[in-house]
Nanobody, 126 residues
Framework: QVHLMESGGGTVQAGGSLRLSCAASGYTYSSHCMGWFRQAPGKEREGVAAIYRRDYKLYYADSVKGRFTISQDNAENTLYLQMNSLKPEDTAMYYC???????????????????WGQGTQVTVSS
């Protein structure tokens, strides 16, 4: 069993920055992907950034490339998302997730993930 807890959300003006954290407990190093997803009201959940832990390759949605950075601290079992140059369209609930089983889905697709946090709200004002 894996438990994930996000933190770091809040309200920021456009152009500002936030750093999200996801603390994992019960976590094992057998995970395949770890990622950040977001869901805005009335929209589908979308993959924002992910790490494939077999080769530590990073993946980003086109909408956040160059602005967001995903990273991890294995010693602390923590996943981070540094978000810079935030835009109003980045407003959403942000979730971290872990995929502990091999699936056919790419790391930025939510269907492959089997553990999810409760989410942290990010609001960007114009």
């Amino acid at each position: 069993q894996v438990h994930l807890m996000e933190s770091g959300g809040g309200t920021v003006q456009a152009g500002g920055s936030l750093r999200l954290s996801c603390a994992a407990s019960g976590y094992t190093y057998s995970s395949h992907c770890m990622g950040w997803f977001r869901q805005a009201p009335g929209k589908e959940r979308e993959g924002v950034a992910a790490i494939y832990r077999r080769d530590y390759k990073l993946y980003y949605a086109d909408s956040v490339k160059g602005r967001f950075t995903i990273s991890q601290d294995n010693a602390e079992n923590t996943l981070y998302l540094q978000m810079n140059s935030l835009k109003p369209e980045d407003t959403a609930m942000y979730y971290c997730a872990v995929q502990t089983m091999s699936t056919a889905y790419p790391c930025l697709v939510d269907r492959g993930y089997n553990y999810w946090g409760q989410g942290t709200q990010v609001t960007v004002s114009s």
